[in-house]
């Protein structure tokens, strides 16, 4: 198993590697790379990776966040119940958004915003921030490839990337194995371990997590210049021992018991493995724990 999870370990990393190289290949355009995709799709982990590979390169990355650009609770649009609609494209200030990264891409100074989130504002801390010839800037967020949030962005200076688990295995010639509930089983075993949320809680919010990406994802896939696969072939047998005892705490009387069932029902099909041979920099390590990269 040690040499099965190294070489889909590497295959990942020939990937990543292919990734940076186009990037840098139209570095003398390319300011802004765009990273997007549905919950559990590994984003966070890819960029980081692809930063250490766009360094090698000879690029400089630099990061901003899209949730520092937040309007604020009083201009935050509404749902359909009259709730905050926080996925929603117009919960971001899209307007000082983009005069922000046109400022960068002209080589200006720009006043960084911060979103407290207590006070659910948008702050100013004095920190400033100015892109420099053989910088890059990554963002990664759900609205990244919507062509909205950089309207104002000419489509030259933008690489835009979408990242999902697009697992390629089969259970038999009839029945392929379902990405979603490759990132599902990955988000129910990171909720417990990092955010103190039950299986039941997971199982409760997905129904809203894949309601947002349908709306906000997927309809801008073909907006992206490359696609990276985030699924790893050995990932089930390595998420199994993991997730089966958090689906065992759900019981009959609960809605989502069904989902739960028929979870570990589809995971008799694989054999139990280790995460001890996993790679600190996998993608993986993200859900599992044991990463080498900081995620704060």
Not at 187 to 216: C, Q, Y
Not at 236 to 254: F, G
């Amino acid at each position: 198993m040690s040499e099965f999870i190294a070489a889909c370990e590497t295959l990942h990393e020939e990937k990543i590697t292919r990734i940076a190289q186009a990037i840098a290949e139209k570095s003398n355009d390319t300011r802004i790379l765009m990273i997007a995709g549905p919950s559990c799709s590994g984003k966070t982990t890819f960029a980081k990776r692809l930063s250490t590979h766009l360094t090698v390169n000879g690029l400089k990355p630099c990061t901003i966040s899209v949730d520092d650009y937040f309007v604020g609770e009083e201009q935050n649009p509404l749902d359909e119940h009259g709730k905050p609609d926080y996925e929603h494209i117009e919960a971001v200030d899209i307007d000082l958004f983009n005069d922000d990264l046109l400022k960068l891409i002209h080589g200006d100074e720009i006043d960084l915003p911060s979103f407290n989130f207590i006070a659910k504002q948008r702050e100013y801390a004095g920190e400033k921030m100015r892109l420099e010839s053989d910088q890059v800037l990554i963002i990664e967020g759900i609205h990244c490839l919507n062509p909205r949030l950089t309207e104002a962005v000419p489509d030259k200076n933008k690489f835009r990337i979408y990242i999902s688990a697009l697992t390629q295995l089969n259970l038999d010639t009839n029945n392929r194995i379902s990405t979603t509930d490759n990132r599902l089983m990955r988000r129910m075993i990171r909720d417990h371990l990092f955010r103190g949320h039950s299986a039941l809680e997971t199982l409760r919010l997905w129904p809203n997590v894949r309601k947002g990406e349908k709306k906000w994802i997927f309809p801008f896939q073909g907006q992206a210049d490359l696609t990276f696969n985030s699924a790893l072939d050995y990932e089930l047998a390595v998420l199994k021992p993991l997730v089966e005892p958090l689906l065992m705490e759900i019981k009959p009387m609960h809605k989502v018991y069904s989902i739960s069932r028929r979870l570990t029902e589809f995971l008799l099909n694989f054999r139990a493995a280790s995460m001890q041979p996993v790679p600190a920099d996998s993608i993986l390590r993200e859900y599992i724990g044991g990463s080498s990269y900081d995620y704060r």
